[in-house]
């Protein structure tokens, strides 16, 4: 029996296509993964510890954005070593999270985000003593900027 060179290569070409279809799925797997809410990621992020509420962080965000696609935000919390922020009402309610080294100058951060919709931003920081501080801004969107 004579095996050609044509035969060798569909042969290979089916074999790397075999291979190939287990990334395929994992990937399919990974992108239909539940979408945590913002009291589940809060809670990851404090692991369960009590979070209070005022000074310590401060959120600046426009009380009317006229387009939800560029929305202007800035956190500080002097003395943090971590800052989430959350947009309660979009689909993936985690914005970003900032993390300070001991020779950071400030712990202070200006980033735009998205907005679906009108919604509460929160930022939560994470002091250098260990305690959590939270604080929150509602923000009027008047164009959706996630799809709506």
Do not use: H, W, Y
């Amino acid at each position: 029996m004579l095996i050609s060179r044509r035969a060798i290569v569909a042969a290979s070409a089916g074999l790397a296509g075999l291979a190939i279809l287990p990334i395929g799925l994992r990937a399919q797997e990974a992108t239909t993964a539940p979408v945590k809410t913002a009291d589940e990621i809060i809670a990851e992020f404090t692991g369960g510890a009590e979070v209070s509420e005022g000074d310590g962080v401060t959120l600046t965000a426009p009380e009317i954005a006229e387009n939800g696609n560029t929305v202007p935000i800035s956190v500080e919390a002097p003395g943090a070593s971590a800052i989430l922020v959350l947009a309660t009402e979009n689909p993936t309610p985690g914005v970003a999270t900032f993390n300070f080294g001991p020779l950071a100058a400030s712990q202070a951060a200006a980033t735009r985000i998205r907005l679906l919709k009108t919604q509460d931003l929160v930022a939560v920081a994470k002091m250098a003593d260990g305690s959590f501080v939270r604080t929150a801004a509602n923000v009027k969107v008047t164009i959706g900027g996630c799809g709506g």
